[in-house]
């Protein structure tokens, strides 16, 4: 069973149509969760990071919340440069790196 | 902005071959990580290592080393590349503790290895 789920795998929006993706974690004692935008052939670039349930944070159109069991990247009036791949990462109990999601592949139609 | 800098961006390499991945960082960061990502496998970590001389294993050490001589500088080994073994590398370091600090880990570019 995978520690971190993310949904859907894929996702297609029209220009200004809102979304969210799904993250959903099953590790206990969560330290903090990240998440990451991946364009191709590029390595992730960190966009936030949340660490107790309750916690919201933004940047341009993009908001995350959390929640005990999983966190969700609201997508507000997105623009087809917001086309990337999305990956969530968890720290949790005594570990010392990231595990990840294997993303939400997200394309936004012009 | 740190800089994480992977210094092969495209490798293929034959079977058997001996293989180094080089990366380093110019921020003087203490933990240093070394992840592949393979589609519908996400990213998975290897090895990290905390300071110069110390090294961990990840989640899927087998078939891999480390080497971290000097702060800046963490190398992946595959002392015999196999095919499976073709994949993105994604090297990546970070300040400190992770955990409810602000610290976080930030990534190269990538090295995509083939193995043929």
């Known amino acids: 069973e995978d520690q971190v789920t993310q949904s859907p795998e894929a996702l297609r929006l029209q220009e200004g149509e809102s979304s969210s993706l799904n993250c959903s974690y099953t590790?206990?004692?969560?330290?903090?969760l990240f998440w990451y935008r991946q364009d191709p052939g590029k390595g992730p670039e960190f966009l936030f990071t949340l660490y107790s349930a309750g916690e919201e944070k933004e940047k341009e159109r993009l908001k995350a919340t959390l929640t005990k069991k999983e966190s969700f990247l609201h997508i507000t009036a997105p623009k087809p440069e917001d086309s990337a791949t999305y990956l969530c990462a968890v720290l949790w109990g005594g570990a010392d790196g990231l595990t990840f999601g294997k993303g939400t592949h997200l394309i936004i139609q012009p | 902005d740190v800089k994480v800098t992977q210094s092969s961006r495209y490798l293929v390499k034959r079977t058997g071959e001996k293989v180094f991945l080089e990366c380093v960082q110019d921020m003087d960061h203490e933990n240093m990580f070394w992840y592949r990502q393979d589609p519908g496998l996400g990213l998975r970590l290897i090895y990290f290592s905390y300071d110069v001389k110390m090294k961990e294993k990840g989640d899927i050490p087998e078939g891999y080393s480390v080497s971290r001589e000097k702060k800046e500088r963490f190398s992946l080994i595959l002392e015999s590349a196999s095919t499976s073994q073709t994949s993105m590398y994604l090297c990546?370091?970070?300040?400190?503790?992770?955990?409810?600090?602000?610290?976080?880990?930030?990534f190269g570019e990538g090295s995509w290895l083939t193995v043929v």
């Open positions: 990546a370091s970070t300040e400190g503790s992770l955990g409810g600090t602000g610290n976080t880990i930030y």
């Open positions: 590790v206990s004692g969560l330290r903090g």
